[in-house]
C-alpha cells in the first residue's frame, strides 16, 4: 500500500495548511487514519485520527491543536484531510499519515500502523 501524503509548504504563523492523504487501490474507509508530525530532534506525535466508517468515524485530537485542526474523509474520493489553520511556528514538521486499525486508547502509538506516507514538509514561520 502506498500513501501519498500531499499539501506541506511555507506559511507565515497564523495562517492555514491542508494536508492530502491518498492511497491508490486501497479503501481508507476501511481503517483508521492518522497524521503525525516529526520536528527535528524530536520524536514522532500523534496529532490526528479519524476512526473508521464500521468504527463511526469520530475524529480525536491532541491538546495543542485542538480547535485549529480538522480531520475529514472524503470517501468518494478516498482521501482523508487535515485542515490546518491558525498554524503556530511550533507546527513546524514533517507530517505524515498512517492507516491501521489501533486501538482508540493508544491511536497516537506510531507503531501500531502498518503504512505510512511518505511526509510532506509544512514550515510556520514567525
Known amino acids: 500500500v502506498k500513501l501519498q501524503a500531499s499539501g506541506g509548504g511555507l506559511v507565515q504563523a497564523g495562517g492555514s495548511l491542508s494536508l492530502s492523504c491518498q492511497a491508490p487501490?486501497?479503501?481508507?474507509?476501511?481503517?483508521?487514519v492518522s497524521w503525525f508530525r516529526q520536528a527535528p530532534g524530536k520524536e514522532r506525535e500523534g496529532v490526528s485520527h479519524i476512526r473508521s466508517r464500521s468504527s463511526g468515524g469520530r475524529a480525536y485530537y491532541i491538546d495543542s491543536v485542538k480547535g485549529r485542526f480538522t480531520i475529514s474523509r472524503d470517501n468518494a474520493k478516498n482521501t482523508v484531510y487535515l485542515q490546518m489553520n491558525s498554524l503556530k511556528p511550533e507546527d513546524t514538521a514533517v507530517y505524515y499519515c498512517a492507516v491501521g486499525r489501533p486501538v482508540l486508547s493508544a491511536w497516537f502509538t506510531s507503531s501500531l500502523y502498518h503504512y505510512w506516507g511518505q511526509g510532506t514538509q509544512v514550515t510556520v514561520s514567525s
Open positions: 487501490g486501497f479503501r481508507l474507509v476501511d481503517y483508521g
